[in-house]
C-alpha cells in the first residue's frame, strides 16, 4: 500500500497521503482523476459517466472502462482486495507511462551519465535502506530484467551494484549504436545528395524526337526541343 502512495505523490496525485484502497470513494475518485488528468483515453464528453461516482452504476461502468483500456488484470463487479490491488497497480502503470510519453523530451534531456552518477554515488547507495522489503522486491525485479541468478547469501548492496555495472553497459552500446546509426544516415545522406546533383551526359546524336512525343520536322529544332524537356525534367528532381 505504500508502494501506491509514492507513485500517487509521484503522479502529483492530490489526495496522495490521503488515499485508502479499501475505500469505494476512495477508489472511485482516484480512478476518475488518473482518467482525466493523466491517461486520457476517453474523450471529454465520454468521461462524465466515469465521473460520476455516487452513481450505483460506477461499478459497470468502471469495468467497461477496464474494458475499453483492454486491462491484463483479472477483475469484475465484485473484485476482491487483491484483484483491485493489481487493478490499481496497472492503472497508475498506464498514468506514468502515459506521463512519460508528455515528457519524453524533458525526461530525455538529462544526460545518461549524469543519471548514472548521481544513482551510483556513495551518498545516495548510503540512503537506501536494504533491509526494507520493498527495496528488496524492486532489486529483485530489476535482477530478473538484467536475468541475474538468484543468490539468497548475495547482500543486496552487491546486486545493486552488478545492476550498476549492467546498466552501464547498457547505455554506452545504445551510445554507440546510436552514434554509427547517425554516421550511416549522413553517409546514406551524402550519397543520395550526389546522385540527384549529378546530370548524365547525353551525345547530341543520341537524342531522338520520338522522346519529345512530337517532332518538328527539322532536326537540329527537335534536339533542342529534347535538352531543354530533359533540363526541366531535372529541375522537378
Not at 31 to 39: G, P, T
Not at 117 to 143: G, M, T, W, Y
Not at 188 to 193: D, G, L, N, V
Request: hydrophobic share 35%; glycine share 2%; aromatic share 10%.
Amino acid at each position: 500500500r505504500n508502494m501506491f502512495k509514492r507513485k500517487l505523490q509521484a503522479l502529483e496525485y492530490p489526495l496522495w497521503d490521503k488515499f485508502d484502497v479499501n475505500d469505494a470513494k476512495s477508489f472511485r475518485t482516484l480512478a476518475v482523476w488518473l482518467e482525466f488528468m493523466k491517461i486520457r483515453f476517453y474523450k471529454v464528453e465520454d468521461r462524465e459517466p466515469l465521473k460520476n461516482i455516487d452513481n450505483n452504476q460506477w461499478p459497470e461502468i468502471f469495468i467497461k472502462y477496464l474494458d475499453d483500456l483492454n486491462c491484463s488484470r483479472k477483475y469484475g463487479p465484485n473484485m476482491s482486495t487483491e484483484e483491485r490491488d493489481l487493478v490499481l497497480e496497472w492503472l497508475l502503470g498506464q498514468a506514468i507511462a502515459a506521463e512519460y510519453s508528455d515528457k519524453a523530451k524533458e525526461f530525455n534531456s538529462v544526460s545518461k551519465y549524469d543519471f548514472l552518477s548521481v544513482a551510483s554515488s556513495p551518498s545516495a547507495a548510503k540512503q537506501i535502506d536494504f533491509s526494507n522489503p520493498e527495496v528488496n522486491r524492486a532489486l529483485e525485479s530489476l535482477a530478473a530484467v538484467f536475468k541475474l541468478p538468484k543468490c539468497q547469501d548475495v547482500p543486496a548492496s552487491v546486486v545493486l551494484k552488478v545492476i550498476r555495472k549492467r546498466l552501464e553497459y547498457n547505455v554506452q552500446q545504445q551510445e554507440l549504436e546510436k552514434k554509427e546509426l547517425e554516421k550511416k544516415k549522413k553517409s546514406q545522406s551524402s550519397a543520395a545528395t550526389q546522385n540527384t546533383s549529378t546530370i548524365q551526359r547525353i551525345p547530341l546524336s543520341q537524342l531522338s524526337p520520338t522522346e519529345l512525343g512530337f517532332t518538328t520536322t527539322d532536326s537540329p529544332t527537335d534536339k533542342a526541343a529534347c535538352i531543354l524537356r530533359l533540363l526541366f525534367i531535372d529541375d522537378l528532381k
